[in-house]
C-alpha cells in the first residue's frame, strides 16, 4: 500500500493533503517518490526559512546531538541562552521565552498580558482585541484570539473578552480601546487572512491608542517574522512598537521551536512558576534556530528577500496585464498574494501548478500565497514564474 493510502488509514482526517510522497529536499525543490522534482514556494508555510538541508542547520544540529538533545528548564540551557542574546541583540528586546509552536507562543504573549495587569494591580484589564480574519493558533486562546468564528465551531465555550475589528478600521479599534483593555493583537501582516497589509492610518492609531490607554501591543511575528518581510521582525517596516512580539515558524528553520519576546517592565512582573513548558526551547531547536537567526539577520540575505519579493511582484504585474481574473497583488517582501476573482478558484491554481511541479497554497478571500525560502535565487524565481503563467493558462481553459 502506498504511503498516501496507508496515511488516510493511520492519520486523523484532519488535513487536506495532495497526493504525493515527498522523500528528499534539496535548497528551493523538493523531490518525490516517482522521480519528480518541484519547485518548493510553500517551504513547509513559512517554516523552512533557508530551504531543504540548511548546512550550517544540520551541523549545529549534529553538534548539540553530540552533547545532549534535552534537559528540561531546570537546568541552564546554553543553545538556548546564546538564541536569546542574539535575538535580543538584533531586536533590541530585553527578555526571551520559547516554546514550540507558533500557538504557544501566542498563548504565552496572552498569559504575559494579563498576569501584568494583574501584578499592577489592574486584574480586570482582560479584554484582548484581534481582527477579523486573523489567524494566531488552534489552541483555545489562540483560537479566540484568531478572528475566523468558523475554527471555533462546535469546540463549545472559548475563553472569554476576545474582541474582533475588522483589519484596517481605525474608527471601530478606537471604539473597543479603553482602559479595561489589556492589548491589542495583530499580525504585522495578515498572511493567512488574504495577505493583508496594515495602513500607515492604522499603524498610527494603534501607537496613539497604546500610549493613551496603556494598553499593550502584542505582534504575531510566527509567520512574517524573521526575515520575511525584508526586515527581521516585519513590524520594523511599518513602524509599529510591540510591548511583546511573537515568533515561530521560520526561526527553528525546519524544527519545532517558537518564542516570546518581552519588555523588561513585563518581564520583571513575571515569577518562578507562573508559566511553562517541557519541550519549549529544547537545545537541537535552539542551536538550530541559532544558525537560522545569524544566516537571517545578515544584511545580505535580508536584501536578497526584498529583491526576489520584487522579482516575483513585477513578475505578477505582467501576468495580470494577460489574465483579467487576477484582480490585485499584495504582500511585502518574501509572503505574497494573487487576489483571484470567484471565475477562478484558487484551489485549482494550486492544484494546476503542482501539476508543473510548482508548490504553492492559498490564503482566505481566494488568495493564491507564495512563501519562497528567503534564500531563493533570482533564476528559481524565473523558473517559479513560469511555471505559474502555465498553471494559470491551464486553469483557465479548463
Ligand atoms: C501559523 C501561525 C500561527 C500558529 O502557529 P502553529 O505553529 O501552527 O501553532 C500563529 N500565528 C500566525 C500568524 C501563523 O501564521
Not at 204 to 223: A, H, M, R, Y
Request: hydrophobic share 40%; aromatic share 8%; glycine share 10%.
Amino acid at each position: 500500500m502506498s504511503f498516501i493510502e496507508q496515511d488516510k488509514n493511520v492519520i486523523a482526517p484532519l488535513y487536506g493533503k495532495a497526493d504525493i510522497e515527498i522523500v528528499k529536499g534539496e535548497g528551493s525543490y523538493l523531490y518525490d517518490s516517482k522521480g519528480e522534482k518541484y519547485l518548493d514556494f510553500v517551504a513547509g508555510i513559512a517554516v523552512n526559512a533557508l530551504g531543504h538541508q540548511n548546512k550550517a542547520i544540520k551541523e549545529a544540529v549534529a553538534r548539540q546531538m553530540d552533547c545532549f538533545n534535552h534537559i528540561s528548564n531546570l537546568y541552564v540551557n546554553m543553545p538556548q541562552v546564546e538564541l536569546g542574546r542574539k535575538l535580543l541583540e538584533i531586536t533590541g528586546f530585553d527578555k526571551a521565552f520559547f516554546c514550540n509552536s507558533g500557538t504557544e507562543a501566542n498563548e504565552g504573549a496572552i498569559k504575559f498580558a494579563r498576569k501584568y495587569f494583574d501584578r499592577k494591580g489592574e486584574p480586570n484589564r482582560q479584554k484582548i482585541i484581534t481582527f477579523v480574519n486573523s489567524f494566531h493558533g488552534r489552541t483555545f486562546a489562540a483560537l479566540s484570539a484568531t478572528g475566523q468564528p468558523a475554527l471555533r465551531q462546535g469546540f463549545g465555550n472559548m475563553p472569554g473578552d476576545f474582541v474582533h475589528v475588522t483589519w484596517n478600521d481605525c474608527a471601530a479599534l478606537k471604539a473597543e480601546v479603553n482602559k479595561d483593555t489589556c492589548a491589542i493583537m495583530l499580525e504585522s501582516l495578515a498572511a493567512e487572512g488574504g495577505v493583508m497589509t496594515l495602513s500607515s492610518e492604522m499603524v498610527e492609531t494603534i501607537n496613539s491608542l497604546q500610549k493613551e490607554f496603556g494598553v499593550l501591543v502584542i505582534v504575531d511575528e510566527v509567520q512574517a517574522g524573521c526575515g520575511r518581510l525584508g526586515t527581521f521582525l516585519g513590524f520594523e517596516k511599518y513602524g509599529l512598537k510591540p510591548d511583546l512580539v511573537t515568533l515561530a515558524k521560520g526561526i527553528g528553520g525546519g524544527l519545532p521551536l517558537g518564542g516570546v519576546l518581552l519588555r523588561q517592565y513585563i518581564a520583571g512582573q513575571l515569577k518562578a512558576g507562573d508559566h511553562g513548558t517541557t519541550f519549549g526551547g529544547n537545545p537541537i531547536a535552539c542551536a538550530a534556530g541559532l544558525a537560522v537567526v545569524k544566516q537571517v539577520s545578515e544584511p545580505a540575505l535580508l536584501k536578497n528577500v526584498v529583491e526576489r519579493g520584487n522579482q516575483i511582484r513585477a513578475a505578477l504585474s505582467e501576468l495580470k496585464k494577460k489574465h483579467s481574473f487576477i484582480k490585485e497583488i499584495r504582500g511585502e517582501g518574501l509572503i505574497v498574494g494573487v487576489a483571484l476573482d470567484e471565475s477562478v478558484p484558487v484551489g485549482d491554481v494550486v492544484a494546476s501548478a503542482r501539476a508543473q511541479k510548482l508548490m504553492v497554497l492559498s490564503a482566505k478571500g481566494n488568495v493564491l500565497r507564495m512563501l519562497p525560502c528567503l534564500n531563493v535565487s533570482a533564476a528559481e524565481v524565473d523558473e517559479a514564474m513560469e511555471k505559474l503563467s502555465k498553471a494559470f493558462m491551464m486553469t483557465q481553459g479548463a
